[in-house]
């Protein structure tokens, strides 16, 4: 453990797993305090587990439900570092994406995102001080076959990212863009599109890991008061 962290304390969201799961791991290894968000209160809990004991605290419940922001709201002003990391997503051909899927994609990957994000916000302007750290994707700035809806909505959250740092910067806050490429994750699992399935049987580079990922948001968190990692771009060896 080294303690570069000492003392803040760092929100997350899409704590239960993966890349959000690995920061977790990472910045308290660091000894932030994590606050880890996420519905599955049982991965929750394991991640507490593998940690000492009050490095985590969880907050269990739908980035989409108002009331369950209203508790994150409750706990913005205690936040440091703001992890916006939460995230789904469904491959398909354009015409055989479902109206279901693409809202869904929305409401989650940009107006939870944001609506959380204007929470933490506020907490941050009042206090002067923060970082915030968008998980967008190389999908942010490029667009692939079968995966439309889901760049959409990370150009969407990169605007976003772009414009809290326009707006927020004159408060002493700092806001950083990781985007990843491919990662060896759960997102893809519910993605079962023959053409889907056909295309990753055909990939010709090996994923990102999660915690190289996570190595990406530390360097963002660490970097010293006067640099701002803007934007992080990370991809596969191999996969440009
Ligand atoms: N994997 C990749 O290739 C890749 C590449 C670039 C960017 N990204 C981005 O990285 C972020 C993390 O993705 P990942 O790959 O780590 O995926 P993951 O393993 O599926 O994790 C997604 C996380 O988001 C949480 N989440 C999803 N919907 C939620 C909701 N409505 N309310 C609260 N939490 C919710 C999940 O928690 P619960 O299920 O417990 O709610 C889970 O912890 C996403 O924004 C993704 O777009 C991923």
Redesign the pocket.
């Known amino acids: 453990m080294t303690s570069a962290l000492q003392g803040k304390t760092v929100l997350i969201?899409?704590?239960?797993?993966?890349?959000?799961?690995a920061t977790a791991m990472t910045l308290a290894q660091h000894g932030a305090h994590i606050i880890a968000?996420?519905?599955?209160e049982d991965?929750?809990k394991k991640l507490q587990e593998a940690l000492p004991s009050g490095a985590v605290r969880i907050l269990v419940?739908?980035?989409?439900d108002d009331a369950y922001l209203k508790q994150v709201e409750a706990l913005a002003s205690e936040v440091d570092i703001f992890v916006n990391?939460?995230?789904?997503?469904r491959y398909a051909p354009l015409l055989d994406l479902s109206a279901q899927d693409c809202e869904w994609m929305f409401q989650?990957?940009v107006l939870?995102s944001l609506k959380v994000t204007q929470i933490l916000g506020r907490a941050m302007v009042a206090r002067k001080a923060g970082h915030m750290v968008f998980?967008?994707?190389?999908?942010a700035r490029e667009v692939y076959r079968l995966a439309s809806v889901?760049c959409a909505t990370?150009h969407a959250l990169s605007a976003l990212a772009r414009s809290f740092r326009l707006e927020l910067q004159g408060f002493g806050i700092k806001v950083t863009e990781v985007?990843?490429?491919?990662?060896?994750?759960?997102?893809?699992?519910g993605s079962d599109h023959p053409d889907v399935l056909a295309a990753v049987a055909t990939r010709k580079f090996k994923?990102?890991t999660?915690q190289e990922?996570a190595d990406a948001v530390a360097y963002a968190v660490l970097a010293n008061p006067n640099c701002c990692p803007d934007l992080i771009e990370l991809r596969p060896q191999g996969s440009a």
Not at 13 to 21: D, L
Not at 61 to 64: I, K, P, T, Y
Not at 85 to 89: E, I, P, Q, S
Not at 179 to 189: K, L, N, S, W
């Open positions: 969201t899409g704590a239960s797993a993966g890349i959000g799961r968000l996420g519905r599955r991965a929750l419940g739908d980035l989409n990391n939460a995230g789904v997503l989650t990957n939870a998980m967008t994707s190389i999908a889901y990370k985007a990843p490429g491919m990662v060896d994750t759960e997102i893809r699992a994923a990102l999660a990922v």
